[in-house]
């Protein structure tokens, strides 16, 4: 796999599924073919663990496994491998939601002038609301103040740009 591909895969992996499903892929990855078991020895994950993560790959649709009868045991065995034929389709979908989220994110940004006491995590009021508190912070009591989201704004309008460009949907 290409290593801009490949870089992105683990990406979207360790989103979907964290660091334990990031080892998982790239043990599929240097192996093409592996069942659970094996996988298991090479990450040192649990089983039940490596299992799991496998069939969230292929809910989305980022792994596929062959099923083999064994002709003395009669057991079943599964050989896992990676499709990234979808990736491409996936990674676009992901980054058009988030496009969405963050024009979103800048509408309310821009649409509203908000009211703020200056603590992490202490509501923004709008103006009516600020109003109604009598401009005190409803968590502290203290004094609100025009917030300025200028930075904030500007990193909005940085990251969708960004992101249009890689959709290939801004000239
Ligand atoms: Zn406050």
Request: aromatic share 8%; glycine share 4%.
């Amino acid at each position: 796999m290409p290593k801009k591909r490949s870089k992105e895969l683990l990406e979207l992996v360790r989103d979907i599924g964290g660091e334990e499903a990031v080892e998982v892929i790239k043990a599929l990855e240097k192996k093409g073919e592996a069942t659970d078991e094996e996988i298991a020895e090479i990450t040192e994950i649990r089983v039940n663990t490596v299992r799991k993560i496998l069939y969230m790959l292929y809910d989305h649709q980022l792994a596929e496994f062959r099923r083999i009868r064994d002709k003395e045991t009669g057991w079943y065995y599964y050989y896992w491998h990676l499709e990234t034929k979808r990736l491409p389709e996936i990674l676009r979908s992901r980054k058009m939601k988030e496009l969405k989220k963050l024009k979103q994110m800048l509408e309310e940004e821009t649409q509203e002038i908000y009211y703020h006491c200056g603590i992490p995590g202490h509501p923004k009021l709008t103006f009516d609301e600020a109003l109604e508190y009598e401009f005190q912070c409803p968590i502290c009591g203290q004094m609100l103040h025009q917030y300025d989201n200028t930075k904030i704004v500007e990193e909005l309008k940085k990251r969708i740009s960004e992101l249009e460009k890689e959709l290939g949907i801004k000239a």
